[in-house]
């Protein structure tokens, strides 16, 4: 069966400080897909980043970084220089390929909370 | 700018009515689902339907039913409410895809409070 764990329920920083976000997977597929998603106040979760388990290519968008190391089943996120914009509950996802409609398990998420 | 539209954005019940929460995407997405989301437990699944008039459970399916009679929309019903279903709720849909998968779009979620 398929489990996300995000062990870091909180986190609170300081503007301008880095933040990570940890990750970690379990998964008997061999072919899988990661997510992470934003849910900032407003409710709605917002896409960030989509990783099949052949890519493992660390990705940097902007202020924002991923680090998938299937050797140790984790898919980190760092918002590097946070601001206050950022604060946010970010959720990590697993979806197995043989996975019926394509459904996403969730971890439990981690909120942020940036600090002027 | 595609949407998932969840009817109520804030709802109050009582204990023991029935509850209908209504999503509608304009997508044409085949699978739609439905989650909620509780402190420290992320979002878990209910019920998903990769079709019309085709639905599956979830993690968590007790106490909750659906009903997909047209492709764009999902409704959630909750038979009996109880205060231990006071929760968000949260819709999304995606396209189906034999070959990679590339995530959800989600709506606004629903907060239920169950009195």
């Known amino acids: 069966a398929q489990k996300v764990t995000q062990a870091q329920t909180e986190i609170s920083v300081v503007e301008k400080e880095d933040v990570t976000l940890d990750c970690v997977y379990e998964?008997?597929?061999?072919?899988?897909?990661l997510f992470w998603y934003k849910q900032p106040p407003s409710g709605e979760l917002v896409f960030l980043i989509r990783r099949n388990s052949f890519d493992e290519q660390n990705e940097i968008s902007g202020r924002y970084s991923w680090n998938f190391q299937k050797s140790t089943s984790s898919f980190n996120f760092t918002i590097t220089a946070s601001q206050v914009v950022d604060s946010a509950v970010y959720f990590c996802?697993?979806?197995?390929?043989?996975?019926?409609?394509?459904?996403?398990?969730f971890g439990g998420g981690t909120r942020v909370l940036v600090k002027p | 700018d595609v949407k998932v539209t969840q009817s109520s954005r804030y709802l109050v019940k009582r204990t023991g009515e029935k509850v209908f929460l209504e999503c509608v995407q304009d997508m044409d997405h085949e699978n739609m689902f439905w989650y909620r989301q509780d402190p420290g437990l992320g979002l878990r699944l209910i019920y998903f339907s990769y079709d019309v008039k085709m639905k599956e459970k979830g993690d968590i399916p007790e106490g909750y039913s659906v009903s997909r009679e047209k492709k764009e929309r999902f409704s959630l019903i909750l038979e009996s409410a109880s205060t231990n279903q006071t929760s968000m709720y949260l819709c999304?849909?995606?396209?189906?895809?034999?070959?990679?998968?590339?995530?959800?779009?989600f709506g606004s979620g629903t907060r239920l409070t169950v009195v």
């Open positions: 998964t008997r597929d061999t072919t899988y897909y």
């Open positions: 999304a849909s995606s396209k189906k895809n034999r070959v990679a998968n590339y995530g959800y779009t």
């Open positions: 996802a697993l979806s197995e390929a043989r996975a019926a409609g394509n459904k996403l398990t």
